[in-house]
């Protein structure tokens, strides 16, 4: 029991500050790499290559004048940055960051509480997030405040909707809702992201939207919004909202690399997964899940600084109109898969039915991209001849 | 019930840290109000009007939609987790429950649709 206790208690304060750290990074990473996409230098003179110059923030941060606007809810408006702070850090608590890693006292597993509910408990408490924004909005007594708030918590409910549907997917392949369960059945076949390109693609778009990032960013959509529902906030209660918005970022990311790129699964190997734990299997496991979560957190910042920001009634449209019946009618479809290759041809879950769902996936893609297409931005920018 | 302890322990560390970093900046950091400082933010005028007015009821629309579907969610998840497992009930039964569900629910979906609740302009 003291064993227990005593590696929690480390692996909680490692996960947390780590995630922190990440934040931190991630918010350097993502000034230095606007700044290349657009021809720039970005940050560079607080340390080498600007390595400090989010200590620097951090520290400006927790100097400045708080403001609280008059008339606003003083106890609300104090107390809404920690609940959307909260959450936001708790999320990432049920996601398996590496292989077991033996030590003299007993074997660790690589994840901070690995719960029963484990996907669940993901989609229950980033929900929580949503009230930190509104009571934001709300509490600040500010119009565009309270117009970014509304504006987000209708845009995060609708979207999220899509995102938990296209988990569902994974769990009717996984046959679990605990994600070192979800892990372990992709490193016996193939990642999921084969059998379940369709269900990927929609989870992706719906984290952008639940992160509120660009193209669905706005609930700050600061040409005119000027910046939210955290307009009036400064100091540190501002920087808890940003800290709070990148480390859905990175946790995000993370279920993306959990749920349909394997997690900590190393490709081409079964090295990983098999035999006895050791200390270089879980370096090894460690530094490809953070390569993962990486390539999706570089892809977020990629999407951010390419792709213009939707108007608010195209942004309801995709999410009700178009991702809604689409994952309806994809998890029938897959159901409807599943039923005849387990009963018609009574092959169980293995690559080989991952393949067939593969080419079904495939086939579902071509389709998609012809009907959203229609002739508009693949054919359409190919010179025409003149009639 | 140990991954629980776990839990409550992130918990703790997270909510221990969002409160220091309020406190903390709330003592490091000048206070010097003035009127105009503490004004609500309209980007420059005199603030109009008290910003707690009513809005659009299409908020509630979604928010009573986003129920209704994400409960849908939540039965579909049980619902995955044993059809691809072994229980007494057969695959077949199970696609068939789930058709009809969906089948209802689609006709939901569309007298949504036909009444104009996805409409914003």
């Known amino acids: 029991m003291t064993f227990f206790l005593v590696s929690s208690a480390i692996k909680v304060f490692v996960v947390f500050n780590l995630i922190m750290v990440g934040v931190a990074l991630l918010t350097l990473l993502e000034r230095r790499v606007c700044a290349w996409m657009q021809d720039r230098l970005g940050p560079n003179r607080v340390g080498p290559q600007g390595i400090l110059q989010p200590a620097a923030d951090g520290l400006k941060n927790f100097l400045k004048e708080e403001t609280s606007p008059a008339m606003a809810d003083k106890t609300l408006f104090t107390l809404a940055p920690i609940v959307s702070f909260v959450p936001a850090l708790l999320t990432f608590g049920v996601i398996p960051f590496a292989a077991p890693l033996p030590t003299r006292w007993g074997v660790v597993p690589m994840v901070v509480a690995d719960l029963p509910v484990g996907f669940l408990y993901i989609l229950a408490i980033s929900s929580l997030g949503v009230y930190g924004i509104v009571l934001a909005g709300w509490s600040s007594n500010n119009k565009y405040a309270l117009l970014g708030g509304l504006r987000a918590s209708a845009q995060m409910i609708s979207y999220e909707i899509a995102l938990g549907m296209s988990t569902v997917a994974v769990i009717l392949l996984a046959g679990n809702v605990t994600l070192s369960q979800v892990i372990a059945q992709q490193q016996q076949a193939l990642w999921f992201v084969i059998p379940l390109t369709v269900a990927f693609l929609i989870f992706f778009i719906s984290a952008l939207a639940e992160t509120n990032r660009l193209p669905f960013d706005l609930p700050e959509a600061e040409g005119e919004l000027i910046a939210g529902y955290h307009t009036e906030y400064s100091s540190m209660k501002f920087s808890m909202f940003y800290i709070a918005e990148y480390s859905n970022m990175v946790t995000a990311s993370a279920l993306m690399a959990t749920l349909f790129f394997g997690g900590w699964d190393i490709p081409f190997t079964s090295w990983d997964s098999t035999g006895d734990p050791s200390l270089v299997k879980t370096l090894a496991t460690l530094a490809v899940f953070g390569l993962k979560t990486f390539v999706f957190l570089f892809t977020y910042i990629w999407v951010r600084w390419t792709l213009p920001r939707f108007r608010y009634d195209q942004l309801m449209a995709l999410g009700w109109k178009v991702l809604l019946p689409l994952v309806l009618l994809y998890i029938t479809l897959l159901a409807v898969a599943i039923w005849f290759v387990r009963i018609r041809l009574g092959w169980d879950y293995g690559p080989g039915m991952a393949w067939v769902l593969g080419g079904l996936n495939l086939v579902l893609l071509i389709v998609l991209a012809w009907w959203l297409d229609r002739g508009r931005i693949v054919s359409g920018s190919v010179p025409q001849e003149a009639a | ?121």
């Open chain 2, 1 to 121: 019930m140990q991954p629980y302890i776990q839990f409550l322990m992130l918990l703790g560390m997270a909510v221990i840290a969002g409160t220091t970093m309020i406190v903390a900046s709330h003592f490091l950091g000048p206070r010097r109000p003035t009127e105009v400082k503490e004004r609500p933010y309209e980007s420059g005028m005199p603030p109009l009007g008290s910003a707690h007015e009513r809005f659009s009821v299409k908020f509630y629309l979604v928010a009573v939609l986003f129920i209704l579907f994400d409960i849908e969610t939540v039965f579909l998840i049980p619902w995955a987790v044993i059809f691809m497992g072994t229980g007494t009930l057969t695959t077949g039964f199970l696609l068939v429950e789930m058709l009809v569900f969906m089948l209802i629910l689609f006709v939901g979906y569309v007298y949504v649709w036909k009444r104009g609740a996805f409409q914003w302009d």
